[in-house]
């Protein structure tokens, strides 16, 4: 069964960082576009940054850029998102979601066949 998990969420205060890791059993990463989202409460799940597959080209949402970081490590079959300088704001549930290659990646749900469960972010004085 294909699966995705998402680590490295906790609390954090504002100004601080966190490194999120997205790992996958039974398929291997570099062969996906892989999407960050994240939701919060009452609101609509939104991408916040995604890599395409064939040239490992990124793409960062407005609100998030110079701040969050999409990276990829092979070895690992993992797709970090590195966030920098955090805010109250960033707090949400973060998701990766995997899918098919050959397409420019984007902030759109539909274009995800794969999703995690998710890991909680939290940035509180």
């Known amino acids: 069964q294909v699966k995705l998990v998402e680590s490295g969420g906790g609390v954090v205060q504002p100004g601080g960082s966190l490194r999120l890791s997205c790992t996958a059993s039974?398929?291997?990463?570099?062969?996906?576009?892989i999407g960050w989202f994240r939701r919060v409460p009452g609101k609509e799940r939104e991408g916040v940054s995604c890599m395409n597959s064939d040239d490992d080209s990124t793409h960062y949402e407005d609100s998030v850029k110079g701040r969050f970081t999409i990276s990829r490590d092979i070895a690992k079959n993992t797709v970090d998102l590195q966030i920098d300088n955090l805010q109250s704001e960033d707090t949400a549930v973060y998701y990766c979601?995997?899918?098919?290659?050959?397409?420019?990646?984007?902030?759109?749900?539909?274009?995800?066949?794969?999703w995690g469960q998710g890991t909680q972010v939290t940035v509180s004085a």
């Open positions: 039974k398929f291997t990463l570099k062969y996906y576009n």
């Open positions: 979601a995997a899918g098919p290659s050959g397409y420019v990646c984007g902030d759109e749900l539909y274009e995800y066949d794969y």
